[in-house]
């Protein structure tokens, strides 16, 4: 039976947070750099169950689950919302609540990264 000694200024290796199938190459980079999206203007027909009137567009009122990252390019610096579908929203979608433009969010493949 052996006894394990601890020296004085050694300290364990802690574990990584986060292991990654890629590898300890490589990996850091693909954590740190951001995604980049491209933004589509979706017709509110799509998105949400509703009529059009000659006022606009008359749908119940839209749930918002939080604040995202990108903002409006109609409304600088206003930070657009993130819709989950849910009861009378067809598909997630990205909404402004001061211009009322709904978006799509596209990753750098061209596919949507708001559809599971």
């Known amino acids: 039976m052996t006894i394990a000694t601890r020296h004085p200024g050694a300290r364990p290796q802690s574990p990584p947070l986060f292991s990654s199938p890629l590898g300890s190459s490589g990996s850091r980079e693909a954590r740190v750099r ?15 169950e509703g009529v059009l009137t000659e006022q606009g567009f008359m749908a119940t009122d839209v749930v918002p689950v939080g604040p995202m990252r990108e903002v409006c390019p109609h409304c600088p610096g206003v930070a657009l919302q993130l819709v989950l579908r849910h009861h009378h929203v067809k598909r997630s979608h990205l909404f402004c609540r001061v211009c009322t433009r709904c978006y799509d969010a596209l990753g750098e493949s061209g596919q949507s990264i708001l559809v599971i």
Do not use: I, N
């Open 34 to 48: 951001p995604m980049r999206l491209s933004l589509v203007e979706l017709d509110p027909r799509e998105v949400v």
